[in-house]
């Protein structure tokens, strides 16, 4: 694992940066470097105190709700604030795939109420859906 | 590692442009497939803890999100001190100034390595609830091994979680149990 593999694309941080500034702003390439390591720090910390939640709770999934938590945790209030909504959007999105799936595939699946109580069951329900695909979430 | 911060957030001058940047930083929520750092690479990066077993599928989505409020903050931040010294391009220096300076990037502080190649003059004066930090961390790529993570988080473990023989199994065990989860093997 080569150095770049380990941290966030620059290019994509870049991207970012120049969009959150006037034009005739100018950024140097070390303050570029530096901001890419933070932000890699970044989710490294969230992860972990994600993770940490999730122990406590004798859970082994890391969900949207134990990243949610952990952006409060951390005093990110504002960030919290946004993922939640952007969480709520993303399990929207989800369950009309879901639907669209089953209605197509014709399941005889339950339907499912969308309460916190069900957050686990929707978390196993996600992973499944990515297991569909080529690619697996879990390790 | 605990961060209770309740201490004012920024200085009140730069209330209207923070304010003014998160107002707009919401609307980016409206796509919720947008990303703009890939999910692969943060999923990559969220496994190099130890003590993640297994990810959601919407956990990388949404702190991609984070993630990407995180820069523009930081970016923000890091301008709004650029200006101070009336300099139309952000430097290093500007970002170092910002991490020490903001008290809700403590974390980025206590983790990072805290020797320094070399000494970086801050602009502006250091806020006073963070004047016990003299020293701008350093955050000099060379002085890292090849996959190390920068500052590795302090992780306070409660025990030794057991790993599971077999994933589908394991799947099958979240289903019976339901909300609560597994609890050991069966």
């Known amino acids: 694992m080569t150095d770049e593999d380990r941290l966030l694309p620059i290019a994509n941080v870049g991207r970012l940066m120049k969009q959150i500034l006037p034009s005739n702003a100018k950024i140097s390439k070390e303050a570029k470097q530096t901001v890419q390591e933070c932000a890699t720090e970044f989710i490294s910390f969230v992860t972990c105190e994600a993770s940490e939640k ?75 859906v990515v297991e569909k695909g080529s690619s697996s979430s879990a390790r | 590692m605990e961060n209770n911060n309740n201490n004012h957030q920024q200085p009140p001058k730069d209330n209207e442009q923070l304010k003014s940047f998160w107002s707009k930083g919401m609307e980016g929520d409206l796509n919720v497939k947008n990303h703009e750092f890939p999910i692969s690479r943060i999923k990559r990066i969220m496994k190099f803890d130890p003590d993640v077993s297994m990810i959601a599928a919407e956990a990388p989505n949404l702190l991609s999100k984070a993630c990407e409020m995180f820069v523009m903050d930081l970016t923000m931040r890091s301008w709004l001190h650029a200006q101070e010294s009336n300099r139309l391009t952000i430097r290093k220096s500007d970002v170092d100034a910002v991490v020490s300076q903001t008290v809700i990037f403590d974390f980025l502080r206590d983790d990072v390595p805290k020797d320094e190649g070399e000494p970086v003059v801050a602009a502006a004066d250091p806020v006073d609830d963070v004047a016990d930090h003299v020293a701008v961390p350093d955050l000099n790529n060379e002085e890292l091994p090849p996959g190390t993570v920068i500052g590795t988080p302090v992780c306070y473990g409660l025990g030794i979680h057991a790993p599971h023989p077999q994933m589908p199994g394991a799947w099958t065990e979240e289903d019976a149990t339901g909300a609560n989860g597994g609890n050991g093997g069966n």
Not at chain 1, 66 to 83: E, F, P, Q, R
């Open chain 1, 54 to 128: 999730c122990h406590r709770e004798n859970r082994k999934t890391v969900n949207g709700d134990d990243i949610w938590w952990a952006l409060s945790t951390l005093g990110l209030d504002n960030y919290a604030d946004a993922v939640g909504r952007h969480l709520h959007k993303y399990r929207e999105a989800e369950r009309e795939r879901t639907e669209h799936n089953k209605g197509s595939n014709d399941s005889g699946n339950e339907k499912e109420t969308n309460t916190r109580s069900d957050v686990q069951n929707q978390s196993t329900k996600f992973i499944r």
